[in-house]
T-cell receptor, first 113, second 115 residues
Framework: TQLLEQSPQFLSIQEGENLTVYCNSS?????LQWYRQEPGEGPVLLVTVVTGGEVKKLKRLTFQFGDARKDSSLHITAAQPGDTGLYLCAGVGDLQGAQKLVFGQGTRLTINP | DAGITQSPRHKVTETGTPVTLRCHQTENHRYMYWYRQDPGHGLRLIHY???????DKGEVSDGYSVSRSKTEDFLLTLESATSSQTSVYFC??????????????FGPGTRLTVL
């Protein structure tokens, strides 16, 4: 069974600080996705990383896929209150058929003004 | 944006009663998924469908059944609800048909409380 462990599970910081969220596994994933979820809504896809070592940037958010494709990180620079939410990583284990996603347990991020 | 609606959005029911949740999509996507979300567990796959009348189990399928008689509708049924099935249920479709990465687009969720 493939598992994804996210850390930390909760993070509360002040506006303007930097932070990193980690998503780790002992399994290899063909690709990995990051989602953000607001209260009362479904998760929304932020980015997909595919190649080992790949780095993608989305404004102040930087996503990296580990070289061995077993882990990923999300770094936020100069966090804003609008970044508050639940961040979920999800891995695709196989390339065939349903390509089921395996989700981490989530990181609940609070940015205080 | 892909169109997914879920109904009802909120439901309170009693232990032992049957419950059906509906997911409706307007995108004609082949793959549809049902997840449950509980604190500390992220999202866990209950069942999925890869076409009309084609369904398969996910990691937490016990106590749940599904049906898909039309491309646009995917129903999740709790035959006899239990308190452990109190959760938020999300339906999802593949965001991009033919994608190799199964990026998913989620519905707004149904909050189910079993008393």
């Amino acid at each position: 069974t493939q598992l994804l462990e996210q850390s930390p599970q909760f993070l509360s910081i002040q506006e303007g600080e930097n932070l990193t969220v980690y998503c780790n596994s002992s399994s290899v994933f063909s690709s990995l996705q990051w989602y953000r979820q607001e209260p009362g809504e479904g998760p929304v896809l932020l980015v997909t990383v595919v190649t080992g070592g790949e780095v993608k940037k989305l404004k102040r958010l930087t996503f990296q896929f580990g070289d061995a494709r077993k882990d990923s990180s999300l770094h936020i620079t100069a966090a804003q209150p609008g970044d508050t939410g639940l961040y979920l990583c999800a891995g695709v284990g196989d390339l065939q058929g349903a390509q089921k996603l395996v989700f981490g347990q989530g990181t609940r991020l609070t940015i205080n003004p | 944006d892909a169109g997914i609606t879920q109904s009802p959005r909120h439901k309170v029911t009693e232990t032992g009663t049957p419950v059906t949740l509906r997911c409706h999509q307007t995108e004609n996507h082949r793959y549809m998924y049902w997840y449950r979300q509980d604190p500390g567990h992220g999202l866990r796959l209950i069942h999925y469908s890869y076409g009309v009348k084609d369904t398969d189990k996910g990691e937490v399928s016990d106590g749940y059944s599904v049906s898909r008689s039309k491309t646009e509708d995917f129903l999740l049924t709790l035959e006899s609800a239990t308190s452990s099935q109190t959760s938020v249920y999300f339906c999802a479709i593949r965001a991009k048909a033919g994608s190799s990465y199964n990026e998913q687009f989620f519905g707004p969720g149904t909050r189910l409380t079993v008393l």
